[in-house]
């Protein structure tokens, strides 16, 4: 079982609707979560911070969290061209010191 | 630029040869990390440091890696002796101290011939 797991898609929505993305994690201990988005050929960019239970809203992105069911999420409402890209899940673990653990990514393609 | 700074963008070398990758971390920031992305393998981890020191070096993949950074600032990864396997995009974080969030330089592209 790998450690952060992601579904790599891709996630097809057309343009306007919302894209939900799932993440789920192995090390039941982890504390701090991250949402990147990378475009092809480009480094990785942080969207999304969340570190507690519960929901978390920054403009048209939205990061769950759920502890007790190792997963967390995020949702992109509006969804535009421009969100096309891949999105990748980041974990930290308290035993794991101060690296991030990856998943794959997943890719979303937004369709005018 | 107030990001963090990566040179060279590109590098294609021989199999064998010594490469040398240079980070320049976001001022200020204290913790600086060295990943690697390969097509297929996804993002890992290979070190950690904060300050000078470096904790975790724990995703160095063999003893041909190595990194320093020096005045708390600048990070410097080797790799002697590199192999086809080598080749990826190497990228370097910082983050203010460990446990916030990491922003990312734009990488190293890898090529070993």
């Known amino acids: 079982q790998k450690e952060v797991e992601q579904n790599s898609g891709p996630l097809s929505v057309p343009e306007g609707a919302i894209a939900s993305l799932n993440c789920t994690y192995s090390d039941r201990v982890s504390q701090s979560f991250f949402w990147y988005r990378q475009y092809s050929g480009k480094s990785p960019e942080l969207i999304m911070s969340?570190?507690?239970?519960g929901d978390k809203e920054d403009g048209r992105f939205t990061a769950q969290l759920n502890k007790a069911s190792q997963y967390v999420s995020l949702l992109i409402r509006d969804s535009q061209p421009s969100d096309s890209a891949t999105y990748l899940c980041?974990?930290?673990?308290?035993?794991?010191?101060?690296?991030?653990?990856f998943g794959g990514g997943t890719r979303v393609l937004v369709k005018p | 630029g107030a990001g963090v700074s990566q040179s060279p963008s590109n590098k294609v070398t021989e199999k064998g040869k010594d490469v040398e990758l240079r980070c320049d971390p976001i001022s200020g920031h204290t913790a600086l990390y060295w990943y690697r992305q390969s097509l297929g393998q996804g993002l890992e981890f290979l070190i950690y440091?904060?300050?000078?020191?470096?904790?975790?070096k724990s995703g160095l993949p063999s003893d041909r890696f190595s990194a320093e950074r020096t005045g708390g600032s600048v990070s410097t990864l080797t790799i002697q002796r590199t192999q086809q396997e080598d080749s990826a995009v190497y990228l370097c974080?910082?983050?203010?101290?460990?446990?916030?969030?990491?922003?990312f330089g734009d990488g190293t592209r890898l090529s070993i011939l």
């Open positions: 969340i570190y507690s239970n």
């Open positions: 974080a910082s983050s203010l101290e460990g446990l916030q969030p990491q922003h």
């Open positions: 980041a974990v930290r673990g308290r035993a794991a010191g101060n690296k991030l653990t």
């Open positions: 440091f904060q300050g000078n020191s470096a904790p975790d």
